[in-house]
């Protein structure tokens, strides 16, 4: 089971992650800032770091290059800082990826399946990383979609999206839902955004479009 460990001093994330990361099977241990965060993987073993950029005592940076002197451990980072200088800066002391506030967890635990495929630590491999709905596949681990054998591009919240409703086929997910996990914990959405990305979602799926169900003042459905 691959370990994670969290850092980040607010604890709503903490636990939002730590909630997605342990619905993927993943085994999590968190800290509340990089002198935390450092001691542990000096004393401990992880497969992926995610990390806060701004926390105090010790930055998510000055930890991860701290921690890259002694493990070569993948760290994700996040920040609420996402200028083209913060990432390259991050990229130079060893950051593997780097994620924006605010958020997807479904898109942040794709993130980790890369990561992990990439670093051989994941322990489901290709045919497992496939969730195959009629002409639908979701590579979970490429980050890839194709209808009936041809590749469709989506952008990131178009794949959080369906991902989110064909791990979910057959149960109606609420627009509350949908906003809160797809575009991330302080989403100030509102259902025009859900209806209005279905709509581009649907249309992308060629004969398949149809297999997206609305229900009527409540949400969506995904059915084969």
């Known amino acids: 089971m691959p370990k994670i ?3 980040d001093d607010e604890p709503n994330i903490v636990t939002l992650i730590s909630r997605y990361a342990q619905r993927e099977g993943y085994d999590t241990v968190t800290a509340s800032d990089g002198r935390e965060a450092i001691n542990k ?9 995610i990390m806060d950029v701004m926390m105090p005592d010790t930055d998510g940076f000055t930890a991860c290059k701290k921690i890259k002197e002694s493990k ?7 920040s609420a800082r996402g200028t083209e200088f913060d990432k390259l800066f991050g990229f130079e002391v060893g950051v593997d990826d780097y994620v924006t506030k605010p958020f997807s967890p479904m898109e ?3 993130r980790i399946k890369v990561i992990l495929n990439r670093s051989g630590s994941a322990e489901q491999k290709s045919d497992s990383a496939v969730l195959a709905v009629g002409g639908i596949k979701i590579d979970t681990l490429g980050l890839t979609v194709t209808v009936d054998g041809e590749r469709t591009e989506l952008t990131a919240k178009e794949y959080a999206l369906l ?12 627009r509350d839902r949908i906003l809160n996990e797809v575009w991330g914990y302080d989403s100030f959405g509102v259902d025009r955004t859900v209806d209005w ?10 004969a398949y479009r149809d297999s997206i169900k ?4 409540v949400g969506y459905k995904f059915e084969a």
């Open 5 to 7: 460990l969290i850092v």
């Open 41 to 49: 993987c000096s004393t401990d073993d992880f497969d992926v770091v």
């Open 72 to 78: 070569d451990i993948p760290v994700i980072m996040l």
């Open 108 to 110: 942040l635990m794709a």
């Open 163 to 174: 991902l989110l409703l064909v791990k979910n086929k057959g149960i109606v997910l609420s």
């Open 197 to 206: 990305q279905i709509k581009l979602l649907r249309s992308k799926l060629g």
């Open 214 to 217: 609305t229900v009527r003042g």
